[in-house]
Nanobody, 121 residues
Framework: QVHLVESRGGLVQAGGSLRLSCAAS????????RGWYRQAPGKQRELVAT???????SYADSVKGRFTISLDNTKSAAFLYMDSLKPEDTAVYYC???????????????WGQGTLVTVTS
């Protein structure tokens, strides 16, 4: 089994900061890419940031320069550091992991449960 457990989001004022974490619990899954997505009310889920197991990162234009994605030393946890938050960053944030099942080499994608981040003006 594969589980992604996200930290709790929260309520923050505009201009503030928040860190999200996503811990992966698995012994059968080799993760190649970790990512964060978000879904605002009435909108489609969108990509926020991704990081490969080699540390290559990419960001949505709307968060470049404000958000940072990273992995811990064991690469079992991914983090999203959010600075200079804006009301339009309000959304449910989901962590994501993509990789392969070790025994079969079949691709697998797993999602976290989602956590709400609310930014007030």
């Amino acid at each position: 089994q594969v589980h992604l457990v996200e930290s709790r989001g929260g309520l923050v004022q505009a201009g503030g900061s928040l860190r999200l974490s996503c811990a992966a619990s698995t012994s059968i899954f080799s993760i190649n890419v970790r990512g964060w997505y978000r879904q605002a009310p009435g909108k489609q889920r969108e990509l926020v940031a991704t990081i490969t197991d080699g540390g290559v990162t990419s960001y949505a234009d709307s968060v470049k320069g404000r958000f940072t994605i990273s992995l811990d030393n064991t690469k079992s946890a991914a983090f999203l550091y959010m600075d200079s938050l804006k009301p339009e960053d309000t959304a449910v944030y989901y962590c994501n992991a993509q990789g392969v099942i070790l025994s079969t080499n079949e691709p697998l994608e797993v999602w976290g449960q989602g956590t709400l981040v609310t930014v007030t003006s």
